[in-house]
T-cell receptor
Framework: GDSVTQMEGPVTLSEEAFLTINCTYT??????LFWYVQYPGEGLQLLLK?????DKGSNKGFEATYRKETTSFHLEKGSVQVSDSAVYFC???????????FGTGTKLQVIP | DVKVTQSSRYLVKRTGEKVFLECVQD?????MFWYRQDPGLGLRLIYF???????EKGDIPEGYSVSREKKERFSLILESASTNQTSMYLC?????????????FGPGTRLTVL
C-alpha cells in the first residue's frame, strides 16, 4: 500500500538558516504529492503540491520537487523565519483514490 | 474563504460515555474525512464519506462510527469512549474533482477521556 516516510524531528534552526525536510514515498502509479503545515493550535493547511514528475511546487519561499527516480519530495527553504515554526507533513494521494496518506510530521522550531 | 468548523476545540469525557464530534464545511465538497492525530503517529484515517449517507472505513475504524445525513455535516461518534481514544481529532473536506485534490482541515478537537 501507499506510505510516506519523513525525517523525524524536532528540527531546530536559527533564523535565516537553510531548511531541508526529507520525504520519500511508496505508491502504485503516479501519485500527487503534498506538503501540509500545521501552526500551533490550528488544523493542517496546504503549503504546496506537485502532481507529476519533475514538477516543482512552491509557496511562501518553500519549494519541493517531485522526483520520481528517487521517489522523493523534499521540502526546502533558503532562509527560515521564526514564523515558520510549525509541524510539516508530507502526503500523497494516488490517482483514482480519495484517500490521502500522511507522513508522521516533522516539527520545526526556528529560534531568533 | 473556505471554512471547516468543528463543534468543540476541547472536550473532556468519562470512560463509557457516548461522544459526538461534529464537523461542518461550507464549500459544497463531496468528500469528508475524520482523522486522529497522535504524537509520533501522524494522521491516521478513521472514516471518510464520499456522499450523503455513504461512508467507508479508514485505517483505524474500531470503536468509532460516523453519520452523514447532510452534505455539509459529518459526525464522528464514539459509542463508548475509552482512555485510548484520548487524542486530537481532525476533520477535513475535499472536492471530488480530478484536479482539486487539496484537503481543507478544521482546527481540531482535543478529546480527553478520563
Amino acid at each position: 500500500g501507499d506510505s510516506v516516510t519523513q525525517m523525524e524531528g524536532p528540527v531546530t534552526l536559527s533564523e535565516e538558516a537553510f531548511l531541508t525536510i526529507n520525504c520519500t514515498y511508496t505508491a502504485t502509479g503516479y501519485p500527487s504529492l503534498f506538503w501540509y503545515v500545521q501552526y500551533p493550535g490550528e488544523g493542517l493547511q496546504l503549503l504546496l503540491k506537485a502532481t507529476k514528475a519533475d514538477d516543482k511546487g512552491s509557496n511562501k519561499g518553500f519549494e519541493a520537487t517531485y522526483r520520481k527516480e528517487t521517489t522523493s519530495f523534499h521540502l526546502e527553504k533558503g532562509s527560515v523565519q521564526v514564523s515558520d515554526s510549525a509541524v510539516y507533513f508530507c502526503a500523497l494521494k494516488s490517482r483514482g483514490y480519495q484517500k490521502v496518506t500522511f507522513g508522521t510530521g516533522t516539527k520545526l522550531q526556528v529560534i531568533p | 474563504d473556505v471554512k471547516v468548523t468543528q463543534s468543540s476545540r476541547y472536550l473532556v469525557k468519562r470512560t463509557g460515555e457516548k461522544v459526538f464530534l461534529e464537523c461542518v464545511q461550507d464549500m459544497d465538497h463531496e468528500n469528508m474525512f475524520w482523522y486522529r492525530q497522535d504524537p509520533g503517529l501522524g494522521l491516521r484515517l478513521i472514516y471518510f464519506s464520499y456522499d450523503v449517507k455513504m461512508k467507508e472505513k479508514g485505517d483505524i475504524p474500531e470503536g468509532y462510527s460516523v453519520s452523514r445525513e447532510k452534505k455539509e455535516r459529518f459526525s464522528l461518534i464514539l459509542e463508548s469512549a475509552s482512555t485510548n481514544q484520548t487524542s486530537m481529532y481532525l476533520c477535513a473536506s475535499q472536492s471530488q474533482g480530478a484536479m482539486t485534490d487539496t484537503q481543507y482541515f478544521g482546527p481540531g478537537t482535543r478529546l480527553t477521556v478520563l
